[in-house]
Nanobody, 126 residues
């Protein structure tokens, strides 16, 4: 069992930055790929970024490449999402997710993730 708790969301002006954190409990964090997804009002949840268990591989959706950076600290059981140059279209609830796997192939499909956090709101004003 893995419990995930996100933090770091908030209101920021366009062009600003936020750093999301996701703290995981349980002993499977280091054996899990971690992902960030987001869901805007009236839209489906979408993949944002993912990182493999050993940090050897990362993956991003095209619209955030060069602006967002995913990282993890296995000693702290925490995954981060650094978001720079934020745009109003980045406004959404951001969710952290864990997929128990030692594969470095990263999934963008939410159904393939095993555990989810409760989400944190990110609002970018224009």
């Amino acid at each position: 069992q893995v419990q995930l708790v996100e933090s770091g969301g908030g209101l920021v002006q366009a062009g600003g930055s936020l750093r999301l954190s996701c703290a995981a409990s349980g002993r499977t964090f280091s054996n899990s790929a971690m992902g960030w997804f987001r869901q805007a009002p009236g839209k489906e949840r979408e993949f944002v970024a993912a990182i493999s268990w050993n940090r050897s591989n990362t993956r991003y959706r095209d619209s955030v490449k060069g602006r967002f950076t995913i990282s993890r600290d296995n000693a702290k059981n925490t995954v981060y999402l650094q978001m720079d140059s934020l745009k109003p279209e980045d406004t959404a609830v951001y969710y952290c997710a864990a997929r128990i796997t030692l594969s470095v192939v990263l999934s963008t499909i939410d159904d393939e993730y095993d555990y989810w956090g409760q989400g944190t709101q990110v609002t970018v004003s224009s």
